[in-house]
């Protein structure tokens, strides 16, 4: 399969750029060649897709569900109770729309903690984007749950098989605060053998911070130093409470971070979100959405916006957290976390990538073309989606979208009802 994109602005320049396959064969100005899908670059913007690195896709089912409150009120009082009564049919078509806003908003790439596991795999693969999959485990520091966790681990990863090269295994620990040391040195050790990442949350807040050393006797950086855990396997979500030092840790062992300002506003978790210091650190921050229970929504361009917003202005520099700087973040650093060769426009690329409507007042006028799509755009630029080299999304429109967003929201009420 090949598709042909035909005077596209490309660094403000009109370019040609042929597909082939999954990946960007060529790119240069009026290519002679032919393909079986040619499109119409004009009045359009090509960047790479988006890289999603913290969420719970199903949690869409959740959306507007118990806002308003504190974390640990919201997980215990609403979340958790509703969550237990989850079935695979909730969580696949949950997951099915998720991958439908993370299209229709320019992200082909998305990293999930959940439930459930093979549900949101299956919606993934139907929906043709990727993903990097994790099943959370709790084991309430239980030993029969530890066991219980390890065995449901290497199963799913033995299940590997059944699914494409666009759907990736990882580990999801939720917390140190529902998850033992047992469990984690176990995890990064499975993690380790089979080359595949963990996704955990981390000093999220301060209430963690306070637990962490009441019952570790550290702070969370710190304990999983203890543990022996810290190694370029490992992506925290979150990451709001660290000192110098436990920056230095995550450096030294080559830990990968998500940086999710919605939800850390939302919830008001904490706003001091490091960004400045670990990138002069050299640690890979990502960007990342978190649920749509905590956040509202999957729209990566407007996350980038919280993002540079919130480093602004917690540091009085608005020279903090640049356009360029997030939008690295949300594409090229997301790809690198993910272990794909994509986040760049360039030949040998992975062929991911979003065409952006520039006939639409937040790109008029167009002086900086990074700062109008951080600054002033949202997810509704996004006129069409290449992922894998295959067009998902086209004028705005995805295949079976309202039958998606039909099937979902019944399935969220009845769930509720239940």
């Known amino acids: 399969m090949s598709i042909l994109i035909k005077e596209v602005e490309l660094n403000g320049v009109a370019t040609d750029i042929y597909i082939e396959n999954k990946y960007i064969k060529q790119i240069g100005t009026n290519l002679p060649v032919t393909a079986d899908t040619v499109i119409d670059g004009r009045r359009k913007a090509v960047i790479p897709g988006f890289v999603n ?27 958790w109770p509703n969550e237990a009564k989850l079935t695979k049919e909730d ?80 580990i999801g620990p939720h917390a140190i605060y529902t998850v033992s040391g047992e469990l984690l040195q176990w995890a990064d050790a499975f993690a380790r053998e089979q080359n595949v990442l963990i996704q955990l949350h981390l000093a999220e807040t301060e209430g963690e911070v306070e637990n962490s050393v009441k019952n570790f006797g550290l702070t969370p950086v710190r304990y999983l130093y203890k543990l022996g855990v810290l190694s370029p396997r490992l992506l925290i979500s979150h990451g709001i409470y660290v000192d110098d030092d436990e920056i230095r840790m995550l450096a030294d062992h080559e830990v990968k971070v998500a940086h999710n300002p919605a939800s850390n506003m939302k919830l008001a978790s904490g706003m001091h979100f490091k960004f400045q210091e670990m990138r002069e650190a050299g ?28 480093g602004k202005v917690w540091r009085k520099d608005p020279e903090a957290v640049t356009a360029d700087e997030i939008f690295q973040s949300a594409t090229a650093n997301g790809a690198a976390i993910a272990n794909l060769k994509a986040g760049k426009i360039a030949e040998g690329y992975l062929a991911d990538l979003s065409l952006i409507d520039l006939n639409m007042p937040a790109f008029t006028p167009n002086f900086n073309f990074i700062s109008n799509l951080v600054y002033a755009a949202n997810g509704n630029c996004i006129d069409t989606v290449i992922c894998d080299g ?15 967003m039909e099937r979902a929201a019944q399935i969220a009420y009845n769930l509720i009802k239940r």
């Open 53 to 79: 690195t913290h969420g719970h896709a199903a949690m869409t089912l959740f959306r507007g569900f118990g806002d308003d409150m504190p974390l640990m009120p919201w997980l215990e009082e609403k979340i």
């Open 91 to 170: 969580v696949y078509w949950g997951a099915k729309l998720a991958c439908l806003e993370m299209i229709k908003s320019g992200t082909t790439t998305f990293f999930d903690m959940y439930h459930k596991f093979h549900a949101t795999a299956e919606a993934v693969e139907e929906m043709g984007i990727r993903a990097n999959i994790s099943s959370a485990c709790f084991d309430q520091f239980k030993p029969e749950l530890t066991e219980k966790s390890k065995q449901t681990i290497q199963k799913l990863y033995n299940e590997m098989d059944r699914y494409s090269k666009r759907i990736h295994f990882s």
């Open 283 to 310: 640690i890979l921050v990502g960007l990342g959405t978190d649920g749509c229970s905590s956040s509202n929504n999957l729209d990566m361009i407007e996350a980038m916006k919280l993002a540079s917003l919130l």
């Open 390 to 404: 295959k067009v998902l999304m086209r004028d705005r429109k995805v295949p079976g979208e309202d039958e998606i």
